[in-house]
Every structure is written in C-alpha cells, then in structure tokens.
C-alpha cells in the first residue's frame, strides 16, 4: 500500500473507472489474509517436506530436558549432541479481556479477518504487535498502541 501510495512520483498514476485520477486505493482484506495464511501453509509444509528429505526424525509431543544432552518425549529419551529448543508463541490472554474473534483478537484470529477496521488497538506481543500496527496504519488504519497493566508491563 505505501509503494502504490508514493508511486505518482515515479510516474505510475492510477485513475478510476471513468479516467479520472483515482483519490483512494483499497483493500480487499479477506484476499490478503488468504494470501498471507496460504504462504504460511506453504512455508511449513516446504520445511517439513525438506526436514524429511534430509533423514531429520521430527517427534511432536511434549519434552523435557534432562541430564547430559538428554531429551525426553512421551516415554522416549533422545540423546543429542546438541539440542535447538523452538517453542513457538502462544498469544497471553487476560480474564478482563477474553479474544472472541470480533473485537479482541488474538494474532491468529486477525488474519481471519474479511473487512478492514476503522481503528485498531494493539497490546503487546513485541515485535508482532509491531508488525500489525505497521501494517494497518499501511492501510491508512488509525492504530493505538496499548499496554498491558500489571507487573509484567512494569518489566
């Protein structure tokens, strides 16, 4: 949105259905969200399809490290020579502040989205929430920057 916005001075003009210089651009908001949650499905599956194709083992379950580069899962202990721990994210939700898919939304539940928001809040999440508040106000969305109340927003 912001190159399509800028790019008159390069001397790409866009004009409406009569010829006339087009005042505003718009988003269809449920194509993007596909878009963007199709290329995550995408990205997994080329990574999982790569793991297998290397001889990696992937064990899904619940671990817990042990003595001497030791990993248990389930009722297997693994031992490595090193051991990478990606855990991924879970969105922290509050008793106060309960997502229900309308007006609280969790980062999952944005890219369900279908219609663009005339505003938005966003609490938290570090850098997620950046890239959220980034690419809304992209969308000309004004963004509101919460925080979080309690010790951890005094960390």
């Known amino acids: 949105m912001t190159e399509v916005?800028?790019?008159?001075?390069?001397g790409i003009d866009f004009a409406d259905h009569e010829g006339d210089a087009a005042t505003s651009i718009?988003?269809?908001l449920g194509k993007v969200n596909a878009r963007v949650k199709q290329l995550a499905t995408d990205q997994s599956t080329d990574i999982a399809a790569?793991?297998?194709?290397?001889?990696?083992?992937?064990i899904k379950g619940r671990g817990r490290l042990g003595p001497d580069l030791t990993v248990t899962v389930g009722d297997e202990t693994l031992q490595a020579d090193s051991i990478l721990i990606s855990t991924g994210?879970?969105?922290r939700t509050l008793p106060s502040?309960?997502?229900?898919?309308e007006r609280i939304l969790t980062?999952?539940?944005?890219?369900?989205?279908t219609e663009v928001p005339e505003k938005l809040i966003v609490v938290?999440?570090?850098?997620t929430g950046l890239e959220f508040a980034s690419a809304y106000l992209a969308l000309g969305i004004p963004v509101t920057p919460g925080q979080l109340a309690g010790p951890r927003a005094a960390r």
């Open 5 to 10: 916005a800028d790019s008159a001075e390069l």
């Open 26 to 28: 718009k988003v269809d």
């Open 50 to 58: 790569r793991l297998e194709r290397d001889g990696v083992r992937v």
């Open 89 to 91: 994210a879970a969105p």
């Open 97 to 101: 502040a309960q997502p229900d898919g």
């Open 107 to 113: 980062r999952e539940q944005v890219y369900d989205l």
């Open 124 to 127: 938290g999440s570090g850098v």
